[in-house]
Every structure is written in structure tokens, then in C-alpha cells.
């Protein structure tokens, strides 16, 4: 069945690094594909999309670009914040009508 | 603004309780979806419904059952509440056929059970 394997955290990284958290997917066709950040104490927000392949979605800063060949939808960022801390996670729309989540990975931003 | 709202941020029930959770939505989503969120073990979708007075089960049901009596409302039940059922709770819909934007979520209710 459709799957989401997503880097393990949790990362911690000094404010302003360059930020990279792997995603990759097994899945039937070309589903989109999702990013969803979790603050502290709250829901699930969507942070950024991509619908078919070699779209990039972006926000915030953020970049995610859907690769059909490596079945990856890595997440990018320049320059982080302590503000970016949260979990964060990768998800695909699936054949089954419902949304597959990866695991979730925790970033912590030092000042 | 587009919105799904769980009744309860916090809860704290007893052993053998039987337990509500509601979740109401004003987008006119037809489907919509019960997670459990754990730590280590990310979202495990417990049930979803794509119609009113339709569910289907997802990974892990047991234990919990659900209502759909109307469109914008989808009630999880806890018929007797474990304590390993203290989890956080989220409930999202989305939209069909334009999938492509994703869920929406709500903010989520943490259950204690003691």
C-alpha cells in the first residue's frame, strides 16, 4: 500500500542554518504530495504543496519539489527561525482517499 | 476563514467513561477523518466517513466507534475509555474531488484517561 518514510528527529539546528528534511514515498500513480507543520500545543497546519511532478510548492521560506524519479519530496529552507521550531510531516493524497502521514520530525531551532 | 472545530482542547475522563469527542466543520467538506497522534507513532487514522451516516474504519478502530448525522458533524465515541486511549486527538476534512489542497485540520483535543 501507499507510504510515507520521512527523516527520524528530532534536529536541532542553530537559527539560519539551511534546513533539510528527507521524504520519499511508495505509492500507486502520482499522488500529491503535502507538507503539514505542528506548533506546540496545536493542530496540524499545511505548510505546502505539489500536485504532480517536478512542481515545486513553497511558504514561508520553505521549498518542497515533487520528484517522480526519486519519489521524493524533500523539505528546504534557507534560513531558519526559532520560530520554525515544530514537527513537521510529509503526506500523500492516497489511491484510498485519505491522506498517508509520515512519521513527523521534530525541529528545534537554537537562538 | 475556513474552519474545523473540535469541542474540547483538554479532557480528562475515568476508567469505564463513556467518552465524546466532537468535531464540527463549516466548509461543506464531504469527507472527514479521526486521528490519534501519538509520540513516536505520528497519526494513526482511527476512522473517516465520506458521506453522512457513512464511516469506514481506518488502522486501528478498536475501541471507538463514530456518527454522521449531518454533513458538518462527525462524532468520535469512546464506549469505555482506557487508559491507553490518552492521546491526542485531531479531525480533519477535505474537500472532493479537489483533494489537492489537503486536509484541514482542527486543533486538537488531548484526552486523559485516569
Known amino acids: 500500500g501507499d507510504s510515507v518514510t520521512q527523516m527520524e528527529g528530532p534536529v536541532t539546528l542553530s537559527e539560519e542554518a539551511f534546513l533539510t528534511i528527507n521524504c520519499t514515498y511508495t505509492?500507486?500513480?502520482?499522488?500529491?504530495l503535502f507538507w503539514y507543520v505542528q506548533y506546540p500545543g496545536e493542530g496540524l497546519q499545511l505548510l505546502l504543496k505539489?500536485?504532480?511532478?517536478?512542481d515545486k510548492g513553497s511558504n514561508k521560506g520553505f521549498e518542497a519539489t515533487y520528484r517522480k524519479e526519486t519519489t521524493s519530496f524533500h523539505l528546504e529552507k534557507g534560513s531558519v527561525q526559532v520560530s520554525d521550531s515544530a514537527v513537521y510531516f510529509c503526506?500523500?493524497?492516497?489511491?484510498?482517499?485519505?491522506?498517508?502521514f509520515g512519521s513527523g520530525t521534530r525541529l528545534s531551532i537554537r537562538p | 476563514d475556513v474552519k474545523v472545530t473540535q469541542s474540547s482542547r483538554y479532557l480528562v475522563k475515568r476508567t469505564g467513561e463513556k467518552v465524546f469527542l466532537e468535531c464540527v466543520q463549516d466548509m461543506d467538506h464531504e469527507n472527514m477523518f479521526w486521528y490519534r497522534q501519538d509520540p513516536g507513532l505520528g497519526l494513526r487514522l482511527i476512522y473517516f466517513s465520506y458521506d453522512v451516516k457513512m464511516k469506514e474504519k481506518g488502522d486501528i478502530p478498536e475501541g471507538y466507534s463514530v456518527s454522521r448525522e449531518k454533513k458538518e458533524r462527525f462524532s468520535l465515541i469512546l464506549e469505555s475509555a482506557s487508559t491507553n486511549q490518552t492521546s491526542m486527538y485531531l479531525c480533519a476534512s477535505i474537500r472532493v474531488p479537489s483533494t489537492s489542497y489537503g486536509y484541514t485540520f482542527g486543533s486538537g483535543t488531548r484526552l486523559t484517561v485516569v
Open positions: 503526506a500523500l493524497y492516497s489511491s484510498a482517499s485519505k491522506i498517508i
Open positions: 505509492a500507486t500513480g502520482y499522488p500529491s
Open positions: 505539489a500536485t504532480k511532478a517536478d
